[in-house]
């Protein structure tokens, strides 16, 4: 069975930094375009940002672009973002995701990361 | 404020038929597939539609999409308790470069 696992998420006083992980097993990681989504309390799901399977494209939303970087290591089959410069509106569950807009996409469980002072 | 635009609620009784919309325009789902996704409470969301009608394995035939122009639609027959969910729509948009979700629609089984 596909495994994805975020780690990284935290308290954070804004304008902090932050870098969440995502370790992939069972799952041909370097095949796939990886996704962070991201769901504040009690909203709905919003994609954050995604990357190409070497790593050669990525692609963010508004509201992060300059802030986060994804980035991913295949040998390592892992995915990450850095999160710089930090706002009380990105407090959210963040996901690490792939090939969501395939047929087998996978999910991971998600970790929170809470800005506040 | 959702590329995408969905019902934020739909209500069904057991045994209904439901059906969830989601609006774009030309630049994502009227030039990309999309997908539905199903979200129980705490957990991450699960596939139930890819391709606009095709159904992973393992989803029950009640679920069904379809697409026409820059809309889409989930539809869910027979309708149990244990559709009470939020689901979403995705796809992909060319003009923003990037993947867009619908704002959800809490489904409440009467």
């Known amino acids: 069975e596909v495994h994805l696992v975020e780690s990284g998420g935290d308290l954070v006083q804004p304008g902090g930094s932050l870098r969440l992980s995502c370790a992939a097993s069972?799952?041909?990681?370097?095949?796939?375009?990886m996704d962070w989504v991201r769901q504040a309390p009690g909203k709905g799901l919003e994609w954050v940002a995604n990357i190409k399977p070497d790593g050669g494209e990525a692609y963010y939303v508004e509201s992060v672009k300059g802030r986060f970087t994804i980035s991913r290591d295949n040998a390592k089959s892992s995915l990450y973002l850095q999160m710089n410069s930090l706002r009380a509106e990105d407090t959210a569950v963040y996901y690490c995701?792939?090939?969501?807009?395939?047929?087998?996409?996978?999910w991971g469980q998600g970790t929170l990361v809470t800005v506040s002072s | 404020q959702s590329v995408l635009t969905q019902p934020p609620s739909a209500s069904g009784t057991p045994g209904q038929r439901v059906t969830i919309s989601c609006s774009g325009s030309?630049?994502?789902?009227?030039?990309?597939?999309v997908n539905w996704y199903q979200q129980l409470p705490g957990a991450a969301p699960k596939l139930l539609i890819y391709t606009n009608d095709q159904r992973p394995s393992g989803v029950p035939d009640r679920f069904s999409g379809s697409k026409s122009g820059t809309s889409a639609s989930l539809a869910i027959s027979g309708l149990q308790s244990e559709d009470e969910a939020d689901y979403y729509c995705?796809?992909?948009?060319?003009?923003?470069?990037?993947?867009?979700f619908g704002g959800g629609t809490k489904l409440t089984v009467l």
């Open positions: 030309s630049s994502n789902i009227g030039s990309n597939t």
């Open positions: 995701a792939g090939g969501l807009l395939g047929a087998a996409p996978h």
């Open positions: 995705v796809t992909w948009d060319a003009s923003l470069s990037n993947l867009v």
């Open positions: 069972k799952f041909t990681f370097n095949a796939y375009w």
